[in-house]
């Protein structure tokens, strides 16, 4: 059984345990730095990326999160993830993790689209996924090491680095489980290789 961590500043955390509870591996709220010493792979939820990059910031997370990263682990992002993830956020001058080369626009789904569902087809996914986009960023470009899973109106809404995978969408917030079985397998490939 893998231990996955969800950054538990603000933000939609319960969800996230619930689904990782439902893949049959251990959940964990973390709110300590500490705590990452205990992870097999990190998930940082939906929220608000400014208000979490600030309790970040308070709490000294920014150095021990591109450290464990470093080490290999798998972080997962979704929406304010991707978003604290992402090497450029548009029209700021500051990104946050920088950990995956994607540039993202914040709340860019347009203000009567704050909020939405639709079915898109993700890379090695056989049916389509319900995608549940909040006040979503969208990825903008992506660098040539990343790998586009998904895009919605031309726009990245699902990619992976290596370790580092994100979501626009929030699959947390639906019973489908296919997208964090993939997040796990990265994570139990990284053990398997031992990094
Ligand atoms: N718009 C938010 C941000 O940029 C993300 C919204 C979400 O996570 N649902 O932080």
């Known amino acids: 059984m893998a231990t996955i961590g969800i950054l538990g500043l603000q933000g939609a955390i319960s969800e996230h345990v619930k689904q990782i509870e439902a893949t049959g591996q251990k959940a964990v709220i973390v709110k300590q730095v500490d705590q990452l010493a205990e ?8 929220g608000e990326s ?25 972080i997962f992002g979704t929406c304010a993830g991707m978003v604290l993830l992402a090497k450029k956020v548009i029209g700021s001058d500051t990104a946050h993790l920088k950990l995956i080369d994607i540039e993202v626009e914040r709340n860019a789904f347009g203000r009567q689209r704050e909020s939405f569902e639709v079915n898109i087809d993700i890379k090695n996914l056989e049916q389509p996924f319900k995608a549940i986009f909040i006040r979503a960023p969208n990825g903008e470009r992506a660098g040539k090491d990343v790998e586009v899973l998904a895009d919605f109106e031309g ?15 929030h699959p947390e917030l639906t019973n489908d489980i296919r997208i964090l079985e993939q997040f796990i397998d990265m994570v139990e490939e990284s053990l398997k290789t031992g990094v």
């Open 155 to 169: 726009k990245i809404v699902c990619a992976r680095q290596k370790n580092i995978l994100v979501s626009a969408f």
């Open 50 to 74: 400014t208000t979490m990059r600030k309790l970040m910031d308070r709490y000294g997370f920014i150095e021990p999160i591109l450290q464990f990263a470093k080490q290999g682990k798998p």
């Open 39 to 46: 992870l097999d792979g990190l998930i940082l939820p939906g």
